[in-house]
């Protein structure tokens, strides 16, 4: 494993006693502070005999409520920004945030950012900040969406940022927010840093698609899930009941197939996932469409979950991004639909085809209990962090312990590796083959046992 550092910035010494009383003592029945000296491995395997002494930079600090705090918290303004694409939890984890401020270290100064880093370059009306507090939050995580509005875009006006947050009196921001969110939160950071500003950046990292470098899970991932099975429930449906049925389901998953692997497996429905991290060909005699065939033929139906992010190496012929920075990918989902019923047209094989495309519905839903749970406990611990000085941080779940993680080292994508357990375990759950290629390696691993 490369050396990394984890090391969470300080904004300076804390001389201040919290006003959450908790204990030091172990056994007493009362919940405890948490000290500097606790930390968490940062991966959940070692091979005996290889792994070297760790330093304390190699570790992640604990989250969770200290004894000492830097901020006085009748001092405090508190910022929430969430920004880019919607995510189940949003509005679960603005309410955390704010009733932990409120009610846990007694903040009365909280604003609601609309419109994402936006909200700090507009003076129009509809962007103004909104005062928040539990009377306002305290319903909110009923809803899909996000409460404060969301936008792509305006992370890379730093200075301007930077000026709104001076004007406004800010002593910390919470950023909701995928990597592009992270990287300007990273960059907004560095630039109150240049200026001998004390305002702590805090960030709770928001990807549906599960792809946080380091993180265990992001929050609204389990709710993508359950409603991504429900789609496929009902492709299945349709393609049981038709002659050569088959139904296409196209989930999130730029550039990682976490939510298509995961939803086959919670479904025991799909027989074909294909994600951007496994190379398959659509044509060829080892090829997806030939082992479709086969898979329709044997068994009269077929479903099939593809990730957004499949083929745009075909599909893709000049490069663009949108304004948060995310690259812009054709609609593979399709694409693919067009050449499946291509294939069996021109073989003559009569299929009845359906797509379904839940991506907004999925995005735009409330959070279910689980994640609604680990929004709770996120919003938490990103305040206690806020108020102990920290900055530059993310927070996360690593190992099932809630962490402090550098914004620098984690803002970058995580995949479905190709060799782990969770795709060996999607491939016995779908009996497709292991590589849909037609080169020698693919010849190999290309048989086809069809399944039930």
């Known amino acids: 494993m490369k050396e990394m550092d984890f090391t969470i910035e300080e904004l300076g010494k804390r001389n201040i006693k919290s006003p959450i009383t908790m204990s ?27 792994q070297k002494p760790l330093k304390r930079s190699q570790l992640f600090e604990c989250a969770g409520p200290r004894e000492m705090i830097y901020f006085m918290p009748k001092h405090v303004h508190a910022g929430i920004v969430s920004c880019g694409g919607l995510c189940p939890g949003i509005n679960d984890v603005i309410r955390a945030v704010v ?14 950012i609309r419109y994402g880093y936006r909200g700090f370059l507009s003076d129009e009306d509809k962007f103004a900040v909104r005062e928040l507090n539990p009377d306002v939050v305290d319903d909110i995580h009923k809803l899909g969406g996000t409460f404060l509005g969301s936008a792509r875009g305006g992370g890379k006006e730093v200075s301007r940022i930077v000026d709104a947050m001076e004007r406004l009196n800010l002593n910390m921001l919470f950023t909701i927010g995928g990597d592009g969110t992270q990287k300007g939160s990273l960059d ?18 928001k990807t549906v698609d599960n792809d946080f470098s380091y993180i265990q899970k992001s929050f609204g991932f389990d709710t993508a899930v359950a409603r ?8 299945h449906m349709e393609a049981h009941s038709q002659i050569n049925g088959i139904g296409l389901v196209k989930v999130m998953g730029r550039e990682s197939g976490f939510i298509a692997a995961y939803t086959a497996l919670a ?11 496994v190379p398959f060909e659509l044509d060829g005699p080892n090829g997806f469409l030939h082992h479709l065939e086969d898979r329709v033929r044997t068994r009269k139906h077929a479903v099939i979950i593809a990730a957004e992010g499949i083929l745009q190496e075909q599909l893709v012929k000049e490069k663009q991004t949108d304004a948060g920075g995310n690259a812009k990918i054709a609609d593979a989902g399709i694409y693919l639909k067009d050449r499946i019923q291509e294939y069996f047209d021109a073989k003559g094989i009569e299929t009845n085809l359906k797509y379904i495309d839940p991506s907004y519905i999925i995005r735009s839903a409330p959070a279910d209990p689980v994640d609604s749970v680990y929004c709770e406990r996120l919003g938490n611990a990103a305040v206690h962090a806020a108020m102990t000085g920290k ?19 984690a803002v ?18 779908t009996h497709q083959p292991t590589l849909m290629v037609n080169n020698p390696l693919g010849q190999l691993f290309g048989n086809n046992p069809t399944g039930e």
């Open 267 to 277: 479904s025991h429905e799909v027989n074909f996932v294909l994600i951007p991290e």
């Open 228 to 235: 991504a099975v429900e789609a496929v429930t009902a492709a």
């Open 188 to 205: 907004i950071a560095e630039e109150i840093g240049s200026r001998g500003l004390k305002i702590a950046m805090i960030g709770i990292p």
């Open 99 to 112: 009733r932990c401020l409120w009610y846990r270290y007694g903040v009365r100064r909280i604003s609601g």
């Open 391 to 409: 900055t530059k941080a993310l927070i996360g779940l690593v190992n099932n312990e809630f962490v402090h993680l550098p914004m620098k080292v």
């Open 24 to 50: 030091k003592t172990k056994g007493d029945f009362i919940a405890n502070y948490v000290t500097d000296d606790e930390f968490v491995l940062p991966y959940p395997n070692v091979i005996v005999g290889a």
């Open 412 to 429: 970058h994508r995580n995949h479905v590796d190709p060799e782990s357990n969770l795709w060996r375990d999607t491939l016995d759950a």
